[in-house]
């Protein structure tokens, strides 16, 4: 069974940056698409990365460039890289599964990180 544990939240004030990980156990982290996903107050969950087996990785238009997804092989961990950031990317940060036409994969979510973005 695949489980997930998500780290690396604060609160922070705009402009600054954060490094968000995700510790996968379970499932092999090279061989599948994966993808951190964001939950803010009062809104619906949504895809902010995802980065398939073979091709690279797919941003939400309002983070490209500013967040960054990468893996660790390793220690079987992924990693969002923010920088620049803003009120708007505020919410509770999850990894899972799945490419970003599809969503995520698996149905077991981790605890997830929180992010806070206020001055």
């Known amino acids: 069974q695949v489980h997930f544990m998500e780290s690396g939240g604060a609160s922070v004030e705009p402009g600054s940056s954060l490094t968000l990980s995700c510790t996968i156990t379970g499932r092999d982290l090279f061989g599948q698409a994966w993808g951190w996903y964001r939950q803010g107050q009062g809104t619906a969950r949504e895809t902010v990365a995802t980065?398939?087996?073979?091709?690279?990785?797919s941003y939400l238009p309002s983070v490209e460039g500013r967040f960054t997804l990468r893996r660790d092989r390793a220690a079987n961990t992924m990693f969002l890289y923010m920088t620049d950031l803003t009120a708007e990317d505020s919410g509770r940060y999850y990894c899972?599964?799945?490419?970003?036409?599809?969503?995520?994969?698996?149905?077991?979510w981790g605890q997830g990180t929180q992010v806070d973005v206020f001055p």
């Open positions: 899972n599964g799945g490419t970003w036409s599809e969503g995520p994969l698996y149905s077991t």
């Open positions: 980065e398939g087996a073979v091709w690279g990785a």
